[in-house]
Structures are given as C-alpha cells and as structure tokens.
C-alpha cells in the first residue's frame, strides 16, 4: 500500500488513552473522532502549548505507557531558503548540525542518543529543517541540554566542513546519479514543475553549488534562520510535566532573539498559461517513464482535502484507477502512482508511469491522460469514495503508535499551517469529501491546459544525458544573511557547562506470549497491547526460496505474490477492492527460508480482514493469465534493479558465497527463471508446503488469546493437513567455497557499491548474540567503526553497514558502502581492516556498552507498534527459540563480553575467507584493485548471469 505524507497519517496522537489538554489558541474539534469503518475512532492530537519570551513555541505531551521520550525541534526554513547559488545549503547544514558545539565535541548527540538506546536523525524539506531524537525517558534532560546548546553555538571547522560537504556529494551520487530514476524525481520533475518559485531546486543541490559554498556561509546561515523565535520544540513520552518546564526554562529560555529580520521569501508561483512538454536523456535507465504534473494548491488551501482523496482513487493499491488501467488490464505499465505534494506556498500532483519493457512514454501518457480525464468527466463511485476515506482513516490510525511519530504530526501542522489543530481537523475534512468535490478539483486543476509533460529516456549516442538546470535564482541572497558574528568554538573540556546526569531507568515492558495449537497442528501466538484498536497477525511456513525447485529460482517469491492474485471466489481486482474498503493492509512475500502472510487491520474489520487473509492462504487460484502478469512485473523489476550498483552486488553475493546452493540462488528470480515458471510449478509448491501443521499464526495488538483462539479456528480450523508428506529437510548453504574477488562493470555507473561477504553462522548459533553485539559496534549505526571510517573521517560515503545475516542454515555476514566510482579500492581495503580488528583485539568495554543500549533501545521502540512487536515473537518461533527469549532479551545482550565477541569474529568471520563484490564502472578503479588483487574476476554486466555459480 502506498504510504502518503499526510498530518494524519505520517504520525500520531502526543496523547494516548488521556482527555486531549486543551490547545492556548483553540479547542480540537471533536469532529476528529469520526469513525474508521464505523466502529474505531482516530484520537485527536492532545498537547499543551506554552510560548517563551524568547519567541520560542513549546509543545509538550505525556504517554506514561512508553519508556520513551521524543525530542524535536523545528526550524521554519528548508530548501526553498538556499540563497542563490547555494541550492542544497539548508540539507547541508543539516548535516553539519551534529558536529560540535561550545560544550559538546563532534559526534556528540550519537553518544547521547545511541549510545543509550535511542537514535537521532534530522530530515530537510522545501519548508522545514527538522531535528528528533528518541530516548530512554531518564535521558530527556540531557537531550534537551544538546539542543539548546546547538540551537545557541555551533561549532563547525573548515576541516569539518569539507568533510561533511564530501558525505553530501556522496549522498547526491547514492540518491541522483545512482538511481535510474534518481534524476527524473529528484532533479527534472521539480525544475520543470516550477518556473519561479524555489521549490524548482532540488533539496540536494548540485556538487557545482555544493563546491562553491564556503564555511562562511555556513555561520551566517546558521545566525540567520536558528533563533529560538523561528523554531518549535516538541517533547511526548513519558516525563514529568513540571519538571519539563523547568528543564525548558533552564536551557532554552536564556537563548536570546536576534535583533536582525530574516529575509523574505515568499514568492507566488504564477497560474499556468498553457501545456508544456520536456523530455529528458539520463544513463543506465531500464525502462523508460513519463510523468504528468498539474500545479494545485498550497497545503492551506481548502481543496487540499479533495485532492488528497482524489489522489487515493488515483493511485492507492492494486484497485486503483492506474493500477488496475496501466499495470492490470493494458500492462503497459511496471509500475505507476501520484503525488498530491501540498508544500507552504505552492503545490502540485504528479501522476507518473514507469513503463513496462518495449512500451513508450506516449503509450503511458495517453494511458494517463485517459484516467485523468474520466475524473472531470463523471463522479467517482460512492464505493470508490468510501474506499479512499476508509484507507486514509486507518491509515491514520496507524500513523498513531509510536510517540516520534505523534510528535512528527503536530510539527507538519505547525509548519504547513501555523495551527497545531490542523492535523485533527484534517480527518474530518477528508470525511467530508464528496465525489462532486473530487470532480471539481479535477475540472479545476488537471486540465489539459494546465498540463505539463515530462518524458524520460535513456541517453545514447545521439541524445547525451541531460544536466541539471545550473543558476537558478532564489529570493534569497547570500548578501542577505545575517553576519556570523563571533565564531564558536569548543571550550576546554574544563570550561564546558558539565552534561546532566541520567535520571532512574524506565524499563520496557514486554508481554507475556500465549501459545497454544488448533487441532490441525497449526501453532498460535498471542501478544497483546493496550492502547489504539489495532491487530496484527503474521501467518508463516518453512518455506522460501532455499525450497524454490532446483534450476527455478523464484517460485516462492512467485507463490507468495500470486496468493493476492485471485482465490477459488475471488478475482486480484476484487480482492484489491475488499482489502481496500476495509483499510486493511494484507500482502504476503517470501525470504530465503519462510514465507509470510500478513494482515493489519482496525479491530472492529480485523475478523473480516482475517477470513480474508485465509481465503487467500488456502483457497488461491494460480490463474494463467494472473501467472503472467506477475512474471512481466517481476521481469521489468528486475530491469531496474540491475540498473543499480548496490541491488547488482546484493543479488550477486550468494553466488560467490553459496555457489550452487539453494542459498546462492536470487530469491526473486532471474530473468531467465522467471518467464520459465509454469502453472504447476506454483501450485505444486503450495500443495507441498503452505500445510497448517506447518504453520505458525502471531497474533498482537489489541486482542485477547481467547479472541485470538475463536478468530484462528473460524480461520482456520478446519483446513487439514494433504494426505502427501511434508517435504523434508534441504542442505540449505551447501559446503563452504573459496573466497572470490567480483567486479561487475556498470559503465557510466553513479556510484561504486563495495561487499565483502563472509560465511557466516545459523541463527541457533550460542555465537549469535556475540556476533551480534560485535556487528553492532561494526556497522550498526551512525557511530558505528565502519561508518565512523568511511563516512565521519573520510567523507567517502553517505553510509556504512553491516549485518550477522544468520538464517536457519549457515547465513552470510555482509559489510557494504556506494562510494564514488574512484575510491571504490581504498573503501573495499576500509571495510576488511575493519572487519579484522573485531576478531584480533577485544572491543572495550566502553565501546560495548553503548552499543548493548543501541540494541536494547531498538528492541524497545519495536514493542511500541503491533507490527514490531507481532515480528519480534514471529521472529522467535520461526527459528524454533523459546518465547522466554521475549523478556530475556536484554539480559542476553547484556551478558555478553568483549572477549567473546573476539572470539566469535576470529572463529567465524575471519577476512582471509572473506569475498569482495564490486559493482561500478571498473575504468575508474580496476588499476587500483588489480594491484591489491591479481585473481580479481572482471563480468561485464551485460554478461552478468545469476543462475550460474560462475556469474557468467
């Protein structure tokens, strides 16, 4: 289902099961409970609004259920502010506002935060600049301390400044340059969309106007736009109310509001005056796509609602009007979707296909101007209608479990809109919408002459790639910044005002399981919660694609897709409509050793969404036709997916580890397998292994076992076991083979992504927690030693990871970065270095500390949704663990020593077994590797072949 950026469905209530407190300016209308379904009400946001003398706006809110407290602070400016010249400048200082302060050295908030079992980020908008941190709620003094400290003296070097600026180039190359359809929406569709405004520049910038931005500009932006007065602070969790005030007082009330005005801007972008067309050429582009885009309404506007729903009917799941036109009955189309994009002071709504191989943007641009038109020329179906609303409202309800979320919420509305009720009202405008408003909007604003047109095709020889639009003027200057004033700097560690101390520790609470058996075998798991009225259940099988036949990868995958793609009773465009209509999200997919089928519903459509699911299950129809669709799809998935470093190299990895074996095998299929599945393939797979007494069915949310217990046996109970025998055991990961050093060649690629790939262990391994602690402090987070290497230090990425990748038979550890094509040697030699020191000197123990909190703050912000806390029991049960492991979780993180994460990296993850896969373009690095690695094996891509050991 697509996720949309909607106030009430990207977050959340900041008050849960509490009266909302009563809002300074205006009452939350009580309208805002209007019922999902009939039967479950949306809280409305509850908070309290104080304002400092300073100008700053605080809002506050208590859940005394979490452990958890969030902390954000919102700054009204964002892309649309970069001065002329400068495009990228605010998601730069982005960046660079994790760096020091007076009182903090660098990479101090990644202490405060991971370090403890939180996390941090920050995200740039066209509007916004937004910072968040979740914590242990005994660690909200602290965080608070850190942001009023960075809000009032940041602390930024010319060396760090460089740095930063190379790990935004790297994030420009990861996201623009190495995505086929990086271009397209991140720099072509808003620069065409837009011809005055700001919003036309990308939020990312340009690697010219990133060079050409200087420290300089840095401290003046930041003395511009980072004043208590343009900025909002919003706490929720679990604290106290007065002692938050105090806290507040203490740090941020004494920061004081600059005497200097900010610069205006706040440009009109003019009406359309006629259609435009622009085609666009860009490399390594698999399929070619077209987009329509219409300019609309700011998000303020009144129609802003109709045209949210509109975009529902347009384009949300498979019985959407595209979908089920472009990508189900014409099968033009691999994929489609819109975009109602509401920003402060303009808007639009693109509707966009990527088409499906050997169909052209005309075709797809008739397609959707077709759609388009049926929504001026008739109403909508009522059905459609209460389908649209039914999602948006459930959805809503979902964006209500975690307490980051529900402050996310009440920060878009504020920003949007200057009103912290907009976020209630908006459920129930979008319930008053009505199939004529949709007509309206549509006659208003998708018209043929408002129209606007954007082709996008692969560069060749005659059509060079085209470049980015280069001077665009902005409203604001660089003249126009306030002057930087005096230059922080780190005080001595002797003058530094001393962080606060940690309160008592919060502990999560996890909930007792219940586990019990049907009659047919089929094992039951319960997990309840209280709070919103939303349940969950995962229904999975041994059976993935380790069992796929042998020669035929992807049949699990495709079994899996196909369950959603007719029953016995029902077509996939009926199933799509009934799964809409009740707001549910149901789907199922397939890993390497299980399959999983999921529901996700409101309680009181829960037992309907469960039938369905079951029918799904159990009676599935494997039509021919159906069959078909599924294997174009997944062909012209596959097409994209090798058009990009880092997908190539993680498809690539299991044929250098496993070789033949049923691991090695790409899960999703090949695009020789696909097109080789047949009817029977599908079918026999499903006889052989979806078998209740094979089964595990997790329940959580808001449901009792015994509601549980009659909810699966009316599902299920009476589905019996086939007469055959279960299929047995498989040697899942085969023998171990020598290391190999891969180069796949991507000519013209953005980026180089670099793996290196280790035999690994199961999952019952007594080294797992071991390995996983280590792992953690490897490549588990932003402070992690691989990205602390590659990314903080050296500016070569815009991240660096790892993982254990246990499995039910022997997995594979991956380390993995993209870095630009030319340092893809130097990066691969960071990596093993780094890899090799876990396993021949212990971690201290104040490395591992912190990273025992990052796992245990990880596993607590899970319990906080139905879906978290539904996989983490699932996870238990399918790999044959004791539910006791549930609450013993912290305990065995805990337990673990520096000596034996040595010992578990030396005996299993050792680098003279490890493998090394590169994808980019090999001109621009192989010199370097060949050096280091005479036996390096180069495949073009065009050679490349994943159904071979070989890859050839």
């Keep these: 289902m697509k996720t949309r950026l909607i106030l009430t469905a990207c977050a959340s209530a900041l008050l849960l099961g509490l009266p909302a407190a009563a809002f300074a300016e205006s009452a939350a209308p009580a309208t805002v409970t209007a019922a999902a379904q009939g039967g479950v009400a949306v809280p409305p946001l509850g908070f309290t609004k104080r304002v400092l003398a300073n100008g700053m706006e605080v809002y506050t809110a208590r859940d005394a259920s979490t452990s958890n407290v969030t902390v954000q602070v919102w700054y009204r400016v964002g892309s649309k502010d970069d001065p002329a010249g400068r495009s990228g400048f605010a998601h730069l200082f982005e960046h660079l506002l994790f760096k020091a302060t007076k009182n903090m050295p660098s990479e101090t908030f990644d202490r405060l935060t991971e370090d403890v079992g939180g996390m941090n980020n920050a995200f740039t908008a066209d509007d916004v600049t937004a910072y968040y941190e979740v914590v242990p709620a005994n660690h909200l003094q602290r965080i608070l301390f850190a942001e009023a400290d960075r809000m009032g003296s940041l602390v930024v070097d010319e060396a760090t400044f460089v740095s930063e600026r190379d790990v935004v180039k790297e994030e420009y190359r990861q996201r623009i340059l190495a995505s086929p359809y990086g271009r397209l929406f991140g720099l072509f569709t808003p620069e065409t969309i837009y011809q005055d405004h700001p919003y036309r520049r990308p939020g990312i910038g340009s690697i010219e106007e990133l060079n050409a931005s200087t420290l300089d500009d840095v401290l003046r932006f930041h003395a511009t736009y980072y004043r208590p007065d343009n900025a909002m602070l919003i706490v929720a969790g679990n604290f106290d109310q007065a002692q938050l005030d105090a806290w507040v007082d203490e740090y941020f009330a004494p920061l004081k509001r600059p005497a200097t005005p900010m610069p205006v801007n706040d440009l009109k972008e003019p009406e359309p005056t006629g259609p435009r067309t622009a085609t666009y050429y860009a490399p390594n582009v698999p399929l ?58 303009a808007g639009n709504l693109t509707a966009y296909a990527i088409m499906a191989d050997g169909q052209s943007p005309e075709a797809g641009k008739a397609a959707l101007e077709a759609e388009i038109a049926r929504l001026r020329d008739a109403p909508i179906t009522s059905a459609e209608l209460s389908e649209a609303k039914n999602e948006l409202v459930a959805n809503a309800l979902r964006g209500r479990e975690s307490i980051d979320d529900r402050a996310t919420t009440l920060g878009m509305a504020l920003i949007m809109t200057g009103d912290a009720t907009a976020a209630d009202r908006e459920i129930a405008e979008i319930q008053a919408v009505t199939a004529a408003d949709i007509q309206r909007v549509a006659r208003r604003y998708l018209t043929p002459q408002r129209q606007i047109t954007i082709n996008y095709l692969p560069a060749d020889d005659e059509h060079p790639a085209s470049v980015q639009k280069m001077n665009v003027d902005a409203p604001v200057t660089v003249a126009e910044l306030a002057p930087a004033g005096p230059v922080a700097v780190l005080l001595p560690e002797a003058e530094r005002a001393r962080l606060p101390q940690p309160g008592a520790e919060v ?26 009225p939303l349940v969950s259940a995962r229904l999975n099988f041994n059976a993935g694609s380790a069992n796929d036949p042998a020669g035929k990868p992807g049949v699990a995958a495709m079994t899996a897709g196909l369950l959603t793609q007719g029953t016995k009773t029902k077509s996939a465009p009926e199933i799509a409509t009934a799964i809409e209509q009740l707001g549910a999200n149901i789907g199922a997919g397939s890993g390497a050793d299980f399959t999983n089928i999921y529901a996700n519903a409101p309680k009181d459509v829960f037992g309907r969404s469960l039938s369905l699911m079951a029918d799904l299950v159990r009676n599935p129809a494997f039509a021919a036709e159906e069959l078909e669709r599924q294997q174009s799809q997944t062909l012209d998935g596959l097409r994209v997916a090798l058009s990009q470093p880092g997908s190539i190299a993680a498809q690539s990895v299991g044929r250098v580890i496993y070789g033949d074996a049923p691991y090695g095998a790409p899960g999703g299929g090949t695009l020789t397998s696909v097109p080789a599945i047949t009817r029977e393939d599908v079918a026999a797979f499903h006889a052989a292994r979806y078998r209740p007494s094979q089964a595990t069915i997790v329940f959580s949310g808001a449901v009792t076992p015994a509601e549980a217990r009659e909810l699966a046996q009316a599902a299920f109970g009476d ?21 190999r050093i891969v180069v796949i060649d991507q000519p013209g690629a953005g980026q180089a992504a670099v793996t290196a790939a280790i035999r690994g262990i199961k999952r019952a391994d007594a ?3 071991p390995l996983t602690l280590g792992n953690t402090l490897l490549g588990g987070g932003f402070s992690s030693r691989l990205n602390q290497e590659i990314r903080i230090k050296r500016g070569l990425s815009y991240g660096a990871r790892s993982s254990v990748g246990a499995q039910q038979d022997v997995g594979v550890f991956t380390a993995s970065t993209q870095t630009k094509n030319e340092t893809a040697t130097e990066v691969a030699d960071l990596i093993l270095a780094e890899v090799g020191k876990l396993g021949t000197a212990p971690a201290t123990e104040a490395e591992l500390a912190p990273r025992r909190a990052a796992l245990i703050g990880g596993f607590g912000r899970s319990l906080e949704t139905v879906d978290g806390l539904g996989g983490l029991v699932a996870n238990l049960a399918l790999y044959d663990l004791p539910m006791s492991d549930l609450a013993d979780y912290a305990g065995k993180v805990r337990s673990v020593t520096p000596q034996q994460v040595e010992a578990a990296f030396a005996e299993h993850l050792p680098t003279d077994r490890a493998s090394l896969v590169i994808v980019g373009d090999a001109s621009k690095f192989i010199d370097a590797l060949r050096a280091k690695y005479p036996n390096v094996e180069v495949i073009p891509l065009t050679d490349l072949n994943l159904n071979s050991a070989a890859l050839r």
């Design 288 to 345: 070619p796509a077209v987009v329509l885009a219409w300019n609309t309404v700011a998000y303020r506007d009144a129609d802003r609602a109709a045209l949210t729903v509109l975009d529902g009917v347009l384009s949300t799941g498979e019985s959407s009007r595209l979908y089920r036109s472009l990508v189900y009955d014409k099968q033009i189309a691999a994929s489609i979707g819109s975009n109602p994009d509401f920003a402060q002071q």
């Design 719 to 739: 589905w019996r076991d086939p007469s055959s025998a279960a299929p047995g055991p498989v040697a899942k990961a085969g023998p171990a083979l020598p290391p």
């Design 507 to 532: 502990a999560p609470a996890t909930p007792a399981v219940a586990d019990f058996r049907l009659a047919n075998g089929m094992r039951v798991l319960v997990a309840p919660t209280e709070g919103l």
């Design 767 to 769: 080294d797992y927690f």
